[in-house]
């Protein structure tokens, strides 16, 4: 199984009332980027935390992205995220 720099292991908890979810993609707008707590927050008004610092990169308030989010323990992660052109 091959895994995107970054991106976190992790393994599927059995039995209802998990957290967890796997990944998909959401299609926004960043309305702030928070690079002291790796943090995005999109339109929607969802926030999602960076598993590496360089997911980040090349992000400003106003950009259109793709992002690939999973969730783990009710925390939105980033699996993978790309600038979309305006």
């Known amino acids: 199984m ?3 720099i970054g991106a ?3 393994a599927w908890a059995a039995g209802g009332g998990s957290t967890e979810q796997a ?3 959401v299609v926004a707008e960043v309305r702030e980027v928070d690079r002291v707590q790796n943090r995005l927050v999109l339109s929607d008004g969802s926030e999602v935390w960076a598993t590496d610092v360089r997911q980040l990169d090349q992000l400003t308030e106003g950009t259109k992205v793709k992002v ?3 969730t783990r323990g009710g925390r939105r992660f980033i699996y993978s995220v790309e600038r979309l052109s305006p």
Do not use: S, V
Request: glycine share 0%.
């Open 68 to 70: 690939r989010i999973e």
């Open 8 to 10: 976190p292991a992790y």
């Open 23 to 25: 990944p998909h993609w």
């Open 2 to 4: 091959a895994l995107a």
